[in-house]
T-cell receptor, first 112, second 117 residues
Framework: GENVEQHPSTLSVQEGDSAVIKCTYSDSASNYFPWYKQELGKGPQLIIDIRSNVGEKKDQRIAVTLNKTAKHFSLHITETQPEDSAVYFCATPLVGNEKLTFGTGTRLTIIP | EPEVTQTPSHQVTQMGQEVILRCVPISNHLYFYWYRQILGQKVEFLVSFYNNEISEKSEIFDDQFSVERPDGSNFTLKIRSTKLEDSAMYFC???????????????FGAGSRLTVL
């Protein structure tokens, strides 16, 4: 069945250090891999995405890497800042359809 | 920057009552979605809507749920007879295109918190 697994569920990182969150997916046909950031009381906001024709994409302190063979993709945040504290969700469309299936979320806490 | 707006931000209702949640998607978007998030859990797909009809729905989206785009701008989610377990944040999202291979870049609203007593 459709499945997107996300690890870790919680992550605490010292300010300035890097954070990495990983997602694995089950459908080898998936071709779009976004990451969403959800701050308290708000909706998910797209922060970065990658398509299956590239292995890595970077936007300032945020990067996403994709390993299609292993069916996993990761979010990398470097030089973390307090405002990076939030819940992060990976997502991907599974089973060849339009909808996004979300991972279980990672609560990232940046320790000042 | 264009945004998806949702009303109300919070609604409290009695079990068995009908609730309508409203969304105004981004104006040039063609794909519309409702997602649900129970407190502390992941975001779950409810339904997608394209070309004035439901294109896909999850098993959560049973006969108590319906969606409508009555006037070409609003997109509504109706729950006919609310249950305690319907308490959650409901997010509307919209997407402009299907993208290559069927992927959609979605913009989410801030959500409507539904509390069923």
């Amino acid at each position: 069945g459709e499945n997107v697994e996300q690890h870790p569920s919680t992550l605490s990182v010292q300010e300035g250090d890097s954070a990495v969150i990983k997602c694995t997916y089950s459908d080898s046909a998936s071709n779009y891999f976004p990451w969403y950031k959800q701050e308290l009381g708000k909706g998910p906001q797209l922060i970065i995405d990658i398509r299956s024709n590239v292995g890595e994409k970077k936007d300032q302190r945020i990067a996403v890497t994709l390993n299609k063979t292993a069916k996993h993709f990761s979010l990398h945040i470097t030089e973390t800042q307090p405002e990076d504290s939030a819940v992060y969700f990976c997502a991907t469309p599974l089973v060849g359809n339009e909808k996004l299936t979300f991972g279980t979320g990672t609560r990232l806490t940046i320790i000042p | 920057e264009p945004e998806v707006t949702q009303t109300p931000s919070h609604q409290v209702t009695q079990m068995g009552q009908e609730v309508i949640l409203r969304c105004v998607p981004i104006s040039n978007h063609l794909y519309f979605y409702w997602y649900r998030q129970i407190l502390g859990q992941k975001v779950e797909f409810l339904v997608s809507f394209y070309n004035n009809e439901i294109s896909e729905k999850s098993e959560i989206f049973d006969d108590q749920f319906s969606v409508e785009r009555p006037d070409g701008s609003n997109f509504t989610l109706k729950i006919r007879s609310t249950k305690l377990e319907d308490s959650a944040m409901y997010f509307c999202a919209s997407g402009r295109t299907s993208g290559g291979g069927g992927a959609n870049v979605l913009t989410f609203g801030a959500g409507s918190r539904l509390t069923v007593l």
